[in-house]
């Protein structure tokens, strides 16, 4: 395989990997031959052969040799295998390190993968990512890195690097609980948290919430100390005190992975309710209020096969029927109009319409979809064999609630009228398509490449009120 097939693999790969992430970061990824010391070949969108071959960069890796101390420090050595392990990975730091002083390579954090033997040169495959994305990335990136880092040096081969939808999948699923282990203190919190959302209690789906926290010195508000008897808990550690003041304490304290009683339990709450845990132990039920501390991961069971984890409001991670999502960012009122505004160019006043409707069938329970089109008269006419057609009105945020029960999508203009319900929306295959999504997500990305470059704004809803606007807001590169 030679530097530009496997840049090609590799591009595929991550963009593949990262997709967990939302939004999914912009990535660059660069392939260098190298023999005897010497770039002889580059694969990349970004940086220049004659960046890494002329005299400047030959003349800043000896001196970083010399520098180091390294058994090239007379010079560079004629045959890179002389240095056995050591000379690769340090030509692959350097290389690193004089990407980053290049002016393309300016608020990116860089990455090196596994190298692979090709004849007599190595390839050294790099990649970056923004500076700016990854502060946004949330805690999840760091064990999804691992992983990643994991799979390529011991699982795969570069020529297998083509990563399918149940593969990137079971890679995210290994990230996630190797995540929930550290910020819940349970060894099996991801196991459990799949397990508890899939039971349902009287027919009922779950709907409350578990606050892991960790433990401290001080009391409760009801003076109980959950187990001033110091017994053994069955996890060979004995409970503590949770750090937040506990309503209701167990006694003894339970396991979480008793999972039809925790399920029984969380029936029982509402919204001015959690579960406390600290580690595998479940020690009582506090107030929500209570529950906001920095230190303090908030397990949602949203419905059944559905769970996000939290921290002061913000979502790191999300489940949805196995599907992970990572740095999902719940869009305020003012961003969509913000973003309404921008791509139909309406007015406040408009956009905020736009808002009322997409806020109306999000909050119906069910899944759906609203495609507000500067062309909804004639897509109407078009489309009227796979759709019910309606003289044009403009309805009620409630009355999107009821005709999103409905297969296909609402039909409106940009004067928020309805003209067709059902719709099913039509498109060629197109590069964004997410094989991980339902049919809804995809068909809604294929209509709108296939309606490139017109006023065209589309909301996919999920059953728990979610949603997604096409094009996205948070990804400047579109959709």
């Known amino acids: 395989m030679d530097e530009r097939s496997l840049q090609t693999a590799l591009e595929q790969f991550l963009r593949g990997y990262f997709s967990v992430f939302e939004p999914a970061p912009e990535l660059e990824v660069s392939v260098f031959r190298t023999k005897a010391g010497l770039v002889d070949g580059l694969a990349s969108t970004v940086w220049k052969l004659e960046d890494f071959s002329g005299p400047d960069f030959s003349g800043a890796l000896r001196m970083a040799l010399l520098e180091s101390g390294s058994p090239g420090s007379d010079g560079l050595a004629p045959n890179y295998q002389e240095y056995g392990h050591f000379y690769p990975d340090f030509f692959q730091d350097f290389l690193i390190q004089h990407c980053r002083s290049l002016p393309e390579g300016a608020g990116r954090r860089f990455y090196a993968l596994p190298r692979s033997q090709e004849g007599e040169s190595l390839l050294l495959p790099l990649f970056s990512l923004k500076e700016s994305w990854l502060s946004e990335a949330g805690e999840f990136f760091q ?30 699923s290994r990230a996630a609980a190797v995540y929930l282990a550290r910020v819940t203190g349970h060894p099996d919190a991801f196991a459990c948290l799949n397990a508890i959302a899939s039971l349902k209690y009287e027919k009922q789906e779950c709907s409350a919430r578990i606050a892991f926290s960790k433990e401290s010195d001080k009391g409760n508000d009801n003076g109980n100390s959950g187990n001033d008897k110091g017994e053994d808990n069955g996890s060979g550690e004995l409970p503590g005190i949770p750090a937040i003041p506990l309503k209701a304490a167990f006694e003894p304290s339970l396991s979480l992975t008793h999972y039809r009683k925790t399920r029984k339990l969380l029936a029982a709450l509402d919204d001015r309710l959690c579960l406390i845990a600290s580690g595998a132990r479940l020690l009582g039920i506090a107030r929500a209020e209570d529950c906001a501390g ?25 489940s949805e029927e196995g599907r992970l999502v990572a740095g999902r960012k719940r869009m305020q009122d003012k961003e969509i109009v913000k973003h309404a505004r921008r791509i139909l160019n309406l007015d406040q006043a408009e956009a905020g319409r736009v808002l009322a409707l997409i806020k109306g069938a ?24 796979d759709a019910i057609t309606v003289q044009p009105f403009t309805p009620e945020a409630e009355d999107l609630a009821a005709f999103s029960v409905m297969d296909g999508a609402i039909l409106m203009d940009l004067d928020c009228r309805c003209h067709a319900l059902g719709v099913i929306l039509d498109g060629p295959a197109c ?29 996919v809803l999920s059953d728990d009120g979610m949603f ?9 590169a579109g959709a």
Request: charged share 25%; aromatic share 6%.
């Open 468 to 476: 997604n606007l096409i094009p996205n807001p948070l990804n400047k």
């Open 294 to 318: 920095p230190d303090v991961y908030l397990a949602s069971l949203l419905k059944h096969l559905t769970w996000e984890i939290s921290r002061q409001g913000r979502v790191l991670l999300r």
């Open 431 to 459: 590069g964004n398509s997410d094989s991980s999504r339902g049919a809804r997500y995809n068909s809604a990305l294929r209509y709108y490449e296939k309606n490139a470059g017109k006023k065209l704004l589309l909301a």
């Open 143 to 172: 064990p999804a890195m691992g992983v990643l880092r994991s799979f390529l040096e011991r699982e795969a081969g570069h020529e297998n690097a083509l990563l399918d939808a149940y593969q990137a999948q079971r890679l995210h």
């Open 362 to 385: 999000a909050g119906a329970g069910h899944g759906g979809m609203l495609v507000f089109s500067e062309e909804a008269e004639q897509e109407a006419a078009r489309l009227c064999k």
